[in-house]
């Protein structure tokens, strides 16, 4: 089945810190990828869509210079997170798209904890 | 403003029951649906969609339902078993498969032995 590799699984980091977080989809083509950021007990929200070889498509409420996004391959999206700070610890998850038969479906990657002290 | 919905933030049902999660949207602009399953510190492991076209889709042991015209739908898990406990979300799409999924809050499902 289609696998999406998010790497890394956990991280550290000091405030003013940029970290950087990788998502890969591993035998098919990502045309879009989605980031999505989830506190604790809470929903996973919407971030960014990443389009491969263009601007990423940021959602309402979420800073653009801090939150960098490249797609610039067709299989790997970056979430860059830069001059973190502690209100930005949290669990990071990317997700793409991709069809099967009639349906399609969005797979996601196993996500990486943040921890900004 | 919430588009996707999911009122129950918790249930509990006895092992070999039926679990019943529920979820409402207010976009009538989607038309597609899916429900994720996941544990925490993972990312959600999908589980079943269904399209607009259709009113029930059933794969194994999980049958989602879809009302159109209540903007509801409902996963059902049968029988349930200790595995199924866990936090599922319901997530809704405008259709492109390129488009982005909303979530629910997610409703945390515990299977009681």
């Known amino acids: 089945g289609a696998v999406v590799s998010q790497h890394p699984s956990w991280v550290i980091c000091k405030s003013g810190t940029s970290v950087k977080i990788e998502c890969r989809s591993l035998d098919f083509q990502a045309t879009t990828m989605f980031w999505y950021r989830q506190f604790p007990k809470q929903s996973l929200m919407l971030m960014a869509t990443?389009?491969?070889?263009?601007?990423?498509?940021?959602e309402q409420g979420v800073e653009k210079d801090k939150f960098l996004i490249n797609h610039a391959s067709l299989t790997l999206s970056t979430l860059t997170v830069t001059s973190a700070h502690p209100e930005d610890s949290s669990f990071y998850i990317c997700?793409?798209?991709?069809?099967?038969?009639?349906?399609?479906?969005?797979?996601f990657g196993s996500g990486t904890r943040l921890t900004v002290v | 403003d919430q588009q996707v919905k999911q009122n129950s933030p918790s249930l509990s049902v006895q092992e070999g029951r039926i679990s019943i999660l529920n979820c409402d949207y207010t976009n009538s602009m989607f038309d597609y649906f899916l429900w994720y399953k996941k544990y925490p510190a993972e990312g959600p492991t999908f589980l079943i969609s269904?399209?607009?076209?259709?009113d029930k889709n059933e794969d194994g042991r999980f049958t989602v339902f879809l009302n159109k015209s209540a903007k509801h739908l409902s996963l059902h898990i049968v029988p349930s078993q200790p595995g199924d406990s866990a936090v599922y979300f319901c997530?809704?799409?405008?259709?492109?498969?390129?488009?982005?999924?909303?979530f629910g809050k997610g409703t945390r499902l515990h299977i009681l032995p």
């Open positions: 997700s793409a798209s991709l069809k099967y038969g009639a349906n399609y479906g969005y797979t």
């Open positions: 990443s389009n491969e070889g263009s601007k990423a498509t940021y």
């Open positions: 269904i399209s607009s076209i259709k």
């Open positions: 997530a809704a799409s405008a259709g492109h498969r390129d488009d982005k999924i909303i």
